[in-house]
Nanobody, 120 residues
Framework: VQLQASGGGLVQAGGSLRLSCAAS???????MGWFRQTPGKEREFVAA????????SYADSMKGRFAISADNVKNTVYLQMYSLKAEDTAVYYC???????????????WGQGTQVTVSS
């Protein structure tokens, strides 16, 4: 499995951004997730979904503002982010895992990360 994250950038507070994660390889049975990390902090769970689109889950602080989706024709997972705040500034990583978990250790494959910067 190879993952390529893209779509990060600079956005003003209150704005929106959509991240993409293109997957290649044998990934159909994996659960796809997004995590984010800021300097000096642990990588934290953002959202996850199955390729069928079932069972999306979100971290509490992102619920209602972020939406994860999966397009299994394009082999791409998206993270649509709305009402962005300065504290959403981080490097966002997509990941693939074989278990239903929010824990980082449950994801075996990782993309390279894409920087999201929200200006206040």
């Amino acid at each position: 499995v190879q993952l390529q994250a893209s779509g990060g950038g600079l956005v003003q507070a209150g704005g929106s951004l959509r991240l993409s994660c293109a997957a290649s390889g044998r990934f159909s049975t994996y659960r796809m997730g997004w995590f984010r990390q800021t300097p000096g902090k642990e990588r934290e769970f953002v959202a996850a979904i199955s390729w069928s689109g079932e069972s999306p889950s979100y971290a509490d602080s992102m619920k209602g503002r972020f939406a994860i989706s999966a397009d299994n024709v394009k082999n791409t997972v998206y993270l649509q982010m709305y009402s962005l705040k300065a504290e959403d500034t981080a490097v966002y990583y997509c990941a693939a895992g074989s278990t239903y978990t929010r824990l980082r250790v449950g994801y075996e494959y990782w993309g390279q990360g894409t920087q999201v910067t929200v200006s206040s």
